[in-house]
């Protein structure tokens, strides 16, 4: 019997945690190689102009370590209950960790169903109108 997986499958999942696709661009460096660390730094992150989701329905996105800036329109997820950057209406748990975020604020929208965020390692000087 060999070549043949007499193995039953693997049972999946109910709500997988689906990983997201980042397009992004990258700076340009026009200096000559004499840049300062705030240069180096910005030449360093992307802005992200689009998101590619594997599935809208999905339940549980993760967007961990994608470098991000800043977060909006992600209305555009209405199932999700558990989204690792933002939902505007039912997120329950909001993990940020790992991007290059410096503020935080109006998160209004979602305090009501917001039981747990996640701020690890960002660049957060600044909160206003969090709750």
Do not use: W
Not at 75 to 98: D, H
Request: glycine share 4%; with cysteine; charged share 30%.
């Amino acid at each position: 019997m060999s070549g043949i997986d007499n193995e039953p499958p693997q049972k999946k999942e109910a709500a997988s945690i689906k990983r997201a696709h980042v397009t992004e661009d990258k700076p340009n460096s026009q200096t000559g190689g004499g840049e300062t660390a705030e240069q180096k730094d910005e030449l360093d992150t992307f802005e992200i102009h689009e998101l590619d989701i594997p599935d809208r329905e999905s339940e549980e996105i993760d967007f961990e370590h994608c470098r991000i800036r800043a977060i909006s329109h992600l209305e555009i997820l209405p199932n999700v209950i558990m989204l690792m950057v933002s939902n505007v209406l039912q997120v329950k748990y909001l993990c940020l960790r790992n991007n290059l975020i410096k503020k935080l604020e109006n998160f209004e929208p979602i305090a009501a169903t917001l039981n747990d965020l996640d701020l690890y390692d960002n660049q957060i000087t600044k909160v206003t109108r969090l709750f």
